[in-house]
């Protein structure tokens, strides 16, 4: 599954606060949700406060006394903590770094990154620590752009106009390995270089057990790619968020990010024909590989699919108007509908399971597991 989402530069700490109350005869609930985020995990709080008042009947007790009664309380405090969405990826945002970028083609003085070994890629970092203006942020030798979160990137070329196919990668070593059967969920945003003449598509990424190795040159790295975008980007301005649902098979501990098809194999198209250089370059950051969709992304609601399993036609009841709607399979999306549609047809597509997101007007957004029969 893949999704591919735009968005501008967004903060990444924010918090959501909700004060309830309820309240009956006999007991007042008063309860206190706060939600924190962070860019690697989320934390939420729910402190519920149950006082619970006593019920003296009139003439049993004194006024005075009735009021000392109703003054006591018994508080219970209920804390529950859940921490999710843990990044296994180090160094997400490229901020942390050996020394600041001083040239191009040293993606390495990134912590935890560097190319692949055995590739003659050279992919690069980019910080606003550089006192070189091919280096710096927001210009540089690419063009010019403000990073998705933070004060740096890296950049790489997905392809070039000759009969070699040069490629880049950039590749880390994930904190702690992937477990067998278990779901990830891969997301990083890319944006394409103004300085560079053409855009492709094919940008993916593999997870390995064992750090993937190149020929001895810019060859593209011939394996498949666990998530793949097929589309061409050439928003030179946004980032466009490329996502995908991977099922480990176990001890994964590498991931790998580029295009790992030749020429033949890739789509490109002109972006900017003032530029001499046949290639097409992307600026990456923020990139996570967490065991749970974001919160920030996903609102936690159901929506109704029926039927599901789903022999050729479905249709959902949602809480809200919907604004759009896309199937996925484990490796991109693989249709869009109209949001004005009542019924939702995929006789076209072979049995299997797909994932369904909805998007609702207020932006809100539900995946849902959908199975085609």
């Not at 729910?46 to 619970?52: A, Q, S, Y």
């Not at 109209?338 to 369904?356: H, Q, R, V, W």
């Amino acid at each position: 599954m893949m999704t591919i989402k735009k968005n501008y530069c967004q903060q990444r700490f924010y918090a959501i606060a909700r004060l309830g109350i309820y309240q009956n005869a006999e007991v007042n609930i008063f309860f206190f949700q706060f939600t924190f985020y962070l860019s690697n995990f989320s934390v939420y709080l729910f402190t519920p406060v149950l006082k619970i008042r006593n019920s003296a009947k009139p003439g049993n007790v004194s006024s005075k006394y009735n009021k000392q009664l109703n003054m006591k309380k018994i508080i219970f405090i209920l804390f529950f903590t859940s921490i999710n969405a843990q990044n296994l990826v180090q160094n997400p945002s490229f901020e942390t770094y050996s020394s600041c970028p001083s040239s191009l083609v040293q993606i390495s003085r990134a912590t935890h990154w560097d190319r692949p070994p055995n590739t003659t890629g050279t992919p690069d970092y980019f910080n606003t620590c550089a006192t070189l203006s091919t280096v710096t942020v927001p210009n540089n030798a690419f063009g010019f752009q403000q990073p998705y979160e933070g004060n740096a990137y890296v950049g790489i070329a997905t392809y070039y106009d000759s009969d070699e196919s040069p490629r880049e990668y950039i590749q880390t070593e994930l904190s702690s390995t992937l477990i067998a059967g278990q779901t990830y969920y891969l997301s990083f945003y890319i944006s394409l270089g103004e300085s560079t003449r053409l855009a492709s598509n094919n940008m993916g990424a593999v997870f390995s057990i064992t750090p993937l190795n190149g020929s001895g040159n810019t060859a593209p790295i011939t394996v498949t790619p666990h998530i793949l975008n097929q589309n061409i980007i050439t928003d030179t301005t946004a980032w466009t968020q490329i996502s995908g649902a991977y099922v480990a098979t176990g001890n994964e501990k590498f991931l790998t990010i580029g295009n790992f098809f030749d020429n033949s194999q890739t789509q490109s198209q002109i972006s900017n024909p003032n530029m001499g250089i046949p290639q097409a370059y992307y600026y990456i950051d923020n990139v996570s590989v967490t065991t749970s969709l974001g919160q920030e992304d996903f609102y936690v609601e159901s929506i109704k699919i029926i039927p599901n399993p789903v022999t050729d036609i479905f249709s959902i009841i949602g809480k809200e108007p919907i604004r759009e709607v896309v199937l996925y399979s484990q490796l991109s999306a693989v249709k869009h509908f109209n949001s004005t549609d009542s019924i939702f047809n995929i006789n076209d597509l072979p049995a299997g399971i797909y994932y369904l997101k909805v998007i609702y007007e207020s932006d809100k957004q539900v995946l849902s597991k959908i199975i085609k029969k």
